[in-house]
Every structure is written in C-alpha cells, then in structure tokens.
C-alpha cells in the first residue's frame, strides 16, 4: 500500500508525454519510441541538468518537484533536437519527420507526399522503407545505400489530398503507393479513414507485398473505406517466392488473406515478370486470379523493366514478346491479360496541378533537409519541394539559399542543378 508521503510526492510530479511517443530507460539514456517505428535517444545526464531528476513511468516522463511549465519549456529544445535525429526502427537509417509546422511542402518530390499525374489518381506516399529485398524492385528498396528515411504526419496527408481533390472534376482515387511498403506506415488505418472522408473520394487503392496482411488489419481496413489491395504476389511456389523477395516470404499465408478479401476488399494480383526468375509462375498466378471476385480486373502482370536507381538483375523483354507470353494464358483461362483501359480502372484525364516553374527556370530556393542520395539535397520554393543535383550536393548546409536552373518539372516532380 502507498504510503500518504509517496501519494503526496506522486501528486507533485510534473508527467510529459505525448499521444504517439513512449518512453523507455535504456542505461544512460531515454529512448523516446515514436509511432511504434521510429526513435530518438535523450541523455539522461541532459535531462537532469535541464530540468531535474526523471523516472520513466508508464512511458512517460516523470520529474519529482519541478514547475510544469519550467519542465515543458526546457523540455520542448530537447525534444526537437531528438526528433533531428530520429532513426527508422527498419535497418536504424535517419528519418525525417515531415509535418504541417515543418516548412516541407508534400508537392515536388517522388519520394514522400502527393503526386498529380494528369489524372483523378493521386498518389499518397506517406513513408519510406521496406521490409523485403525484392530482387528486381525499380527504387531499390529495403537494405540499401540510401542515407535517409521520410514519414509523413497523416494528418498533414490528408489535409494536403483534400486540396489537391477539390481541382478534379471526376471522383478521386487515392493510391497509396510508397516507394517502400505502406503497411510499414503506422498510421495506415487512419489514414484511409481520413482520405474516405473527403467528400470526393471514390476509390482507395494500396500497394502492398502482402506481408503484413492479418484478418485483423484486413477488417480494419475495411472500416476504414479501402477498396483495393494491388499484391504484388510474384510467384506461386515458396523457393521463387523467397528468392524475389530476398527473404523467406509468407506465400500459404497470403493466399489465405486473398481468399479472407473475397467480400471485403478487392484484390489485384499485381506480379512483376522477371525474365529467368518466374516465367514459370505465371499459370499458377492466372489461377489464383480466377478465383478473385472483383469490381475491377483481378490480374495485372507488370514487364519487369531497368531504372537507372533500381535493382536490374535481368535484361528487359520488349512488350511485344511480354503480351505474346501472356496471350496462351488469357485464352486458356478466358481472362483478361493484355488490353486494359482507363475505364476499367475509373481513370479519366484531368489537368495536372500549376507548376510554378519550368524546366530551365533560374529561381531561388532554400535548402531545407537531406535528400535519399549522395550529391543530392531538398530544397524550397513556392510550396514545392525541389531535389538539387550534383557532385557534393549533399554537403550543402541546411537553411542556405541559393540560385539553382530547374533540369525536370514532369508531373511537378522538380530536379535542379546548383548554378
């Protein structure tokens, strides 16, 4: 039983803690776990000498006899400094955390944010990072050389969406299609939620490796308003399974989950054909499709195609000898494998967000955080986000401005060289 001294000392305690952060002791050190992924190390010595004596209670901070507000305020550099070095649970890369007060615009990039391709599909990228080291993956995913992770506030996402969404005159399909895997994102239910409540929102669809599919998150997805799982489900047999993904993957798992879909969301098998690795899949995969009930077409077979970043461990098959592959398969199986239209997804032309610069345009920008690469940095200007490129690119300071030409501006996807 607590003694009345301990209740009182209890009572005088100031707490911090936050929604989506927990806090845990770790030796010297306070590990500040945030969304479940990410995480920060404080100094328990720093602390101290802030503020005061600090117990880790319930993964929250706990200072005996210190001023609350005297303890937020000293309390919320340290904090910032923790979330500047933030690291990806995944691997332990550095995260940057964009949100709605970090001066980062979600329009710019490929990598994190929103895209606008000239359609009623918005791409939403709320993160980076993978699970899986695909062999064949186009944005060489997973463990690799890359120097930083993004993760995007979903409130910020979806604010941003809604504005985007109100341009387009046909109902709007949401893609969440990171380069990395979206159920990696911790705040993917709510995310759906929050896309499925704008008022034009039609359609969502996820890219997914299907890794992390679970009766469960299947049901709650379904709550939420997603309407499609894109799986890229690359084989029917575990050794080739496995291989692609460059770890053992969960094959007789998945398919349970397919079937768990039939009723509750639609499912398109989206496998990437890689020459010598599972041509041999492909009629298995066709069967697996068949067994699919869906608004939309079940089966889209992608030509494994080489990225100047990506992973290219074969060579190219020309689309004419890809659709001559394909074309035993549909008859035999009396499926659509080869002649998809725009309607069949829902997808009409629409004009493509302003661009506030051209190709060849001299403008000033502010360097504003890391880019993915070395001799690349992000940059700021006229709320678009603009990837400098160049040898020792990545060693400019943060904050510095700078006059830059812009080299790209396709789907306001900026890249520019320092001048």
Same mark, same amino acid.
């Given at each position: 039983?607590?003694?009345?001294?301990?209740?009182?000392?209890?009572?005088?305690?100031?707490?911090? $803690?936050?929604?989506?952060?927990?806090?845990?002791?770790?030796?010297?050190?306070? %590990?500040?776990?945030?969304?479940?992924?990410?995480?920060? =190390?404080?100094?328990?010595?720093?602390?101290?000498?802030?503020?005061?004596?600090?117990?880790?209670?319930?993964?929250?901070?706990?200072?005996?006899?210190?001023?609350?507000?005297?303890?937020?305020?000293?309390?919320?550099?340290?904090?910032?400094?923790?979330?500047?070095?933030?690291?990806?649970?995944?691997?332990?890369?550095?995260?940057?955390?964009?949100?709605?007060?970090?001066?980062?615009?979600?329009?710019?990039?490929?990598?994190?944010?929103?895209?606008?391709?000239?359609?009623?599909?918005?791409?939403?990228?709320?993160?980076?990072?993978?699970?899986?080291?695909?062999?064949?993956?186009?944005?060489?995913? $997973?463990?690799?050389?890359?120097?930083? =992770?993004?993760?995007?506030?979903?409130?910020?996402?979806?604010?941003?969406?809604?504005?985007?969404?109100?341009?387009?005159?046909?109902?709007?399909?949401?893609?969440?299609?990171?380069?990395?895997?979206?159920?990696?994102?911790?705040?993917?239910?709510?995310?759906?939620? $929050?896309?499925?409540?704008?008022?034009?929102?039609?359609?969502?669809?996820?890219?997914?490796? $299907?890794?992390?599919?679970?009766?469960?998150?299947? =049901?709650?997805?379904?709550?939420?308003?997603?309407? %499609?799982?894109?799986?890229?489900?690359?084989?029917?047999?575990?050794?080739?399974?496995?291989?692609?993904?460059?770890?053992?993957?969960?094959?007789?798992?998945?398919?349970?989950?397919?079937?768990?879909?039939?009723?509750?969301?639609?499912?398109?098998?989206?496998?990437?054909?890689?020459?010598?690795?599972?041509?041999?899949?492909?009629?298995?995969?066709?069967?697996?499709?068949?067994?699919?009930?869906?608004?939309?077409?079940?089966?889209?077979?992608?030509?494994?195609?080489?990225?100047?970043?990506?992973?290219?461990?074969?060579?190219?098959?020309?689309?004419?000898?890809?659709?001559?592959?394909?074309?035993?398969?549909?008859?035999?199986?009396?499926?659509?494998?080869?002649?998809?239209?725009?309607?069949?997804?829902?997808?009409?032309?629409?004009?493509?967000?302003?661009?506030?610069?051209?190709?060849?345009?001299?403008?000033?920008? %502010?360097?504003?955080?890391?880019? %993915?690469?070395?001799?690349?940095?992000?940059?700021?200007?006229? =709320?678009?986000? +603009?990837?400098?490129?160049?040898?020792?690119?990545?060693? +400019?300071?943060?904050?510095?401005?700078?006059?830059?030409?812009?080299?790209?501006?396709?789907?306001?996807?900026?890249?520019?060289?320092?001048?």
């Amino acid at each position: 039983m607590e003694t009345a001294q301990e209740l009182s000392g209890q009572e005088s305690a100031t707490k911090i $803690g936050f929604e989506d952060i927990k806090f845990l002791k770790k030796d010297s050190t306070i %590990r500040g776990l945030f969304l479940g992924r990410y995480y920060f =190390d404080i100094s328990i010595a720093l602390l101290e000498e802030k503020i005061g004596p600090v117990q880790v209670m319930s993964g929250e901070l706990v200072f005996q006899d210190v001023d609350e507000n005297h303890a937020w305020k000293r309390f919320d550099p340290i904090l910032a400094e923790g979330f500047r070095n933030l690291y990806h649970i995944n691997y332990n890369k550095p995260t940057v955390y964009i949100h709605r007060t970090s001066g980062i615009p979600l329009v710019g990039t490929n990598e994190f944010g929103l895209i606008d391709r000239g359609s009623n599909i918005i791409e939403v990228k709320p993160l980076t990072g993978c699970n899986f080291q695909c062999n064949y993956c186009s944005v060489d995913e $997973g463990k690799n050389n890359k120097t930083h =992770d993004y993760v995007v506030e979903c409130e910020y996402l979806v604010e941003q969406a809604a504005i985007i969404a109100k341009t387009k005159k046909h109902p709007v399909e949401f893609n969440i299609g990171p380069q990395g895997e979206p159920f990696l994102y911790p705040k993917l239910v709510e995310l759906v939620r $929050g896309l499925h409540a704008i008022p034009n929102c039609a359609i969502i669809s996820v890219n997914t490796n $299907g890794s992390f599919l679970t009766e469960r998150i299947i =049901d709650e997805l379904q709550a939420a308003g997603l309407t %499609r799982i894109n799986l890229s489900l690359n084989a029917v047999t575990q050794s080739t399974a496995d291989v692609m993904s460059g770890r053992h993957y969960p094959l007789e798992k998945t398919l349970k989950m397919i079937k768990y879909c039939q009723g509750k969301i639609f499912v398109l098998l989206a496998p990437t054909v890689v020459p010598g690795q599972n041509d041999d899949q492909l009629e298995g995969l066709v069967q697996i499709g068949k067994t699919i009930t869906s608004d939309f077409p079940v089966l889209g077979f992608q030509n494994f195609l080489q990225y100047k970043k990506g992973r290219n461990i074969a060579k190219e098959r020309s689309f004419e000898a890809f659709f001559a592959m394909l074309k035993p398969l549909e008859e035999k199986y009396d499926i659509n494998l080869t002649h998809f239209t725009k309607e069949d997804f829902h997808i009409h032309d629409e004009p493509e967000l302003p661009k506030p610069f051209h190709k060849h345009d001299k403008i000033k920008v %502010r360097v504003i955080m890391p880019a %993915r690469y070395q001799n690349e940095i992000v940059a700021v200007a006229k =709320d678009r986000c +603009i990837t400098l490129v160049g040898p020792g690119a990545h060693n +400019i300071p943060i904050g510095k401005e700078l006059v830059v030409q812009i080299i790209r501006d396709k789907h306001n996807i900026f890249k520019a060289a320092v001048c």
